[in-house]
């Protein structure tokens, strides 16, 4: 897939969660560091149904705009939800698990990113 392919994937994943009113959207640019993916989307929500539809409307923007989803994870706990579409993997939390398991400090190699690099959805 191509870089633009893929930051247009990553805008839309992050519009949807902008649209359900997703809380501090961090993106993470991985490429350089690892194999896993190129972004990291993080996200957090409030509460369990918020959480869920979150992730539906994420899923259902992507795999309409050609993006298959290949795995998800978390979804019926839903304290933590990972999204795994190849090249970019979203990560939807409640605030308590999003604290514990501090994913941008892990990942503080990668380079966070501003949405507006990723480019407008027309």
């Known amino acids: 897939m191509t870089d633009q392919s893929i930051k247009k994937m990553a805008a839309l994943a992050i519009k949807a969660l ?8 961090t993106v993470i640019d991985i490429s350089e560091i690892s194999v896993l993916a190129d972004y990291f989307i993080i996200a957090g929500g409030n509460n369990v149904n918020q ?27 839903a304290n933590w939800i990972l999204l795994d579409f190849r090249d970019i993997i979203v990560h939807i939390f409640d605030k308590e698990n999003r604290l514990f398991y501090d994913l941008e400090r892990i990942w503080c190699d990668g380079r966070k990113v501003d949405p507006a690099e990723l480019g407008e959805i027309e």
């Open 18 to 25: 902008e649209d359900k009113k997703a809380e501090d959207i």
């Open 51 to 77: 959480l869920q539809t979150l992730s539906d409307t994420v899923e259902e923007t992507l795999e309409r705009a050609g993006y298959p989803l290949k795995q998800v994870e978390g979804y019926q706990s």
